[in-house]
Antibody
């Protein structure tokens, strides 16, 4: 069974940092591209970042470029999102999601349950 | 303001048919990129509903169908059921962003 479990969320002050993790199981992690998507309270889905299967290629939304870094450890079956210089507008539930081996590389077939990040003083 | 425009809400009675539109531009849907649809039930993570414009993943009822034409796409739901009450999002790739883009989401209410 495919599982994605996010962790590392919580309350952080503006300007602070946080690292999210997404532990996966049930599939060969090293073969799949991965994404982070966020959802502010009561709002819609917003794409954040993606990484290819070996970590050599990454892409970011303009709103987080230069502040967030996506990475992965294929030996640990874990995806990461390092978030620096956090702002109130980064408050959201963050989801990790998998790109399947069919379709284009923005398609997401499995999602984690999400983890809440709150940026507030 | 998302690059993909969806109506904020739609509604229908049980058994009826509803459609949800997703309007893009020449940098996303109109450029030939695929459209995918997700269903998000209250308090849960999104679930893939339609991929590649019109394909259903295993386990998705055939009451759900997707189509694409020009710079727009549509999700149709027939035989509405109470359990279909959820938020629905379209998604595509946008070349001007060099990344993924989601529609603003549509809340479906089953009357």
């Amino acid at each position: 069974e495919v599982q994605l479990v996010e962790s590392g969320g919580g309350l952080v002050q503006p300007g602070g940092s946080l690292r999210l993790s997404c532990a996966v199981s049930g599939f060969t992690f090293s073969s799949y591209w991965m994404h982070w998507v966020r959802q502010a309270p009561g709002k819609g889905l917003v794409w954040v970042s993606r990484i290819n299967s070996d970590g050599s290629s990454t892409s970011y939304a303009d709103s987080v470029k230069g502040r967030f870094t996506i990475s992965r450890d294929n030996a640990k079956n874990t995806l990461y999102l390092q978030m620096n210089s956090l702002r109130a507008e980064d408050t959201a539930v963050y989801y990790c999601a998998r790109v399947p081996d069919y379709g284009d590389y923005v398609l997401l077939d499995y999602w984690g349950q999400g983890i809440l990040v709150t940026v507030s003083s | 303001q998302s690059l993909l425009t969806q109506p904020p809400s739609v509604s229908g009675a049980p058994g009826q048919r509803v459609t949800i539109s997703c309007t893009g531009s020449s940098s996303n849907i109109g450029a030939g990129y695929d459209v995918h649809w997700y269903q998000q039930l209250p308090g849960t993570a999104p679930k893939l509903l339609i991929y590649g414009n019109s394909n259903r993943p295993s386990g998705v009822p055939d009451r759900f169908s997707g189509s694409k034409s020009g710079t727009s796409a549509s999700l149709a739901i027939t035989g509405l059921q109470a359990e279909d009450e959820a938020d629905y999002y379209c998604q595509s790739y946008d070349s001007s962003l060099s990344g993924s883009v989601f529609g603003g989401g549509t809340k479906l209410t089953v009357l």
